[in-house]
């Protein structure tokens, strides 16, 4: 029985990471979406073959297309993996409104948006699947949504990305709960500094002190097949991130006198 999964962010970073090495496991039929046609192509003809879908997902129709080629092409689907995104910073006197609302719509509106169009077909593949729905069973249908650490903790000059990665980890806890009775699991994976296009992460792996809290997408993607197929509610990457989200509610203020340097660098639109 073919496994369907379709990942969002597709052609770089931790989108292509999970789509490899979903690649290795038997019987995976990929779905890869991301705005850059071109390397999503060659990233299918490198693991032998997937449905490449090239479009912008904050676009109306995009939820629509991205189903009906689901439906075209598969007509199951096993796995979907809300992943892209992106970061503009700057602080909100500097930015406004204007950057809060960017980031809504793709980090936020976006996956809910796609996860709404191919909600009935997630529902009629663990139908079809019967007892193989259950967790822990062989491919159950999941949903997993990719936010970040700073859907715990937000730094300064990051608050309009933290707010949408709030939103989105929010929005998880409903909707797993929501979904159960109906087979489908939804798990959220939180990573930390992950180097990607977006945060190249040069300033924190040129340093010894520092590089430790840099992972690579490949440790993303296992995360993403523990919370997704594994079952998991949550995992933080690495995974002692954890930590700091227990101290945000344990002793918050000392949190945020921590975090008032700020962040790193700036970061551009990585949707991949």
Known sequence: ??????ITGASSGIG???????????????????????RLERLAAELGGATVIALDLTEAEAPQRVLEAVEREHGELHLLVNNAGARWRGTFAETGWGNVERHMRLNFEAPVRLTEALLPLLRATAT???PRAELGKEHPVSIVNVASTAARVSRPNSGAYSASKFALA??????ANE????????GLVL?????????PAAELTGSRVTSWLVTEPGAVAEAILDAGPGGRAERYVPRFYGIFAAL???VPGLVRRATRGGAFTTATRDDS
């Open 16 to 38: 292509e990471a999970t789509a490899r090495r979903l690649a290795r496991e038997p019987d995976t039929r990929l779905v890869l979406v991301a705005r850059r046609r071109d």
């Open 191 to 199: 990573p930390g500094f992950a180097r990607t296009e977006g945060f």
């Open 1 to 6: 029985m073919a496994f369907v999964a379709v």
């Open 179 to 186: 979904e159960l009775a109906h087979g489908i699991h939804v």
């Open 170 to 175: 929010g929005w998880s806890d409903a909707l």
């Open 128 to 130: 079809a699947a019967g």
């Open 248 to 250: 945000r509610i344990l």
